[in-house]
């Protein structure tokens, strides 16, 4: 079955730096693009990050523009979430999702994703 898989998720002082990775397994990793999600405690799913099947196309929201970088490696089936300049409201469990789109770009906003990973805990300090 399809398993995504998050690590790099920790505690962070407020102006650090994480990577986070999501290994996928049990799909055909390079039909899909990937996003990156977050939820902190008493909100709503946020969306961090999507890039393509390629990895050529990537998008992000101006909350996290310029801080985050998402990117992929198909050869590991892995995508990875770049964080510079944390900060305390970047604070979350933080989920890799996978849509199968072999379309140019990344996904609409609007679509769901077809599987989640687990989630990895992000904490950052001030």
């Known amino acids: 079955q399809v398993q995504l898989v998050e690590s790099g998720g920790g505690l962070v002082q407020a102006g650090g730096s994480l990577r986070l990775s999501c290994a996928a397994s049990?799909?055909?990793?390079?039909?899909?693009?990937m996003g990156w999600f977050r939820q902190a405690p008493g909100k709503e799913r946020e969306f961090v990050a999507a890039?393509?099947?390629?990895?050529?196309?990537?998008y992000s929201p101006d909350s996290v523009k310029g801080r985050f970088t998402i990117s992929r490696d198909n050869a590991k089936n892995t995508v990875y979430l770049q964080m510079n300049g944390l900060k305390p409201e970047d604070t979350a469990v933080y989920y890799c999702?996978?849509?199968?789109?072999?379309?140019?770009?990344?996904?609409?906003?609007?679509?769901?994703?077809?599987?989640w990973g687990q989630g990895t805990q992000v904490t950052v300090s001030s």
């Open positions: 999702a996978a849509k199968y789109y072999l379309y140019g770009g990344t996904p609409p906003l609007t679509y769901d994703y077809d599987y």
């Open positions: 049990g799909l055909l990793f390079r039909n899909y693009a």
């Open positions: 890039v393509s099947w390629s990895g050529s196309s990537t």
